[in-house]
């Protein structure tokens, strides 16, 4: 939950103008609340939620890697975004990668 609220409150950046939404976790964000895998399932839908929002992402660093987790509603395709960026993919609305 501490997890949760340090991502809402702390690393959520709204982009109004561009309708998107994204939250940050570094390695150490996520040391710091004794991370297990599965703790961050659902957070990127808290920035989705917002009002206006259409397309959401969560970045999060782990074992090296960079793992992103987009969602979007109506038709954006984060699965096209996901496959021709960050050779990733997923469906329509839901979609990750790794960077």
Same mark, same amino acid.
């Given at each position: 939950?501490?997890?949760?609220?340090? $991502?809402?409150?702390?690393?959520?950046?709204?982009?109004?103008? @561009?309708?998107?939404? *994204?939250?940050?976790? $570094? #390695?150490?964000?996520?040391?710091? @609340?004794?991370?297990?895998? /599965?703790?961050?399932?659902?957070?990127?839908?808290? &920035?989705?939620?917002? #009002?206006?929002?259409?397309?959401?992402?969560? *970045?999060?660093?782990?074992? /090296?890697? +960079?793992?992103?987790? *987009?969602? $979007?509603? /109506?038709? *954006?395709? +984060?699965?096209?975004? &996901?496959?021709?960026? @960050?050779?990733? /993919?997923?469906?329509?609305? &839901?979609?990750?990668?790794?960077?």
């Amino acid at each position: 939950m501490r997890l949760l609220g340090y $991502s809402i409150s702390d690393q959520l950046v709204v982009l109004q103008d @561009f309708h998107t939404a *994204f939250i940050t976790l $570094s #390695k150490a964000d996520l040391e710091r @609340f004794d991370h297990q895998i /599965g703790d961050t399932e659902g957070v990127v839908n808290y &920035a989705l939620s917002i #009002k206006d929002i259409n397309l959401a992402a969560l *970045f999060m660093e782990r074992d /090296g890697i +960079v793992k992103i987790s *987009f969602r $979007s509603k /109506g038709n *954006f395709s +984060v699965d096209m975004l &996901a496959r021709e960026h @960050f050779d990733g /993919g997923g469906h329509r609305n &839901a979609a990750g990668a790794k960077l």
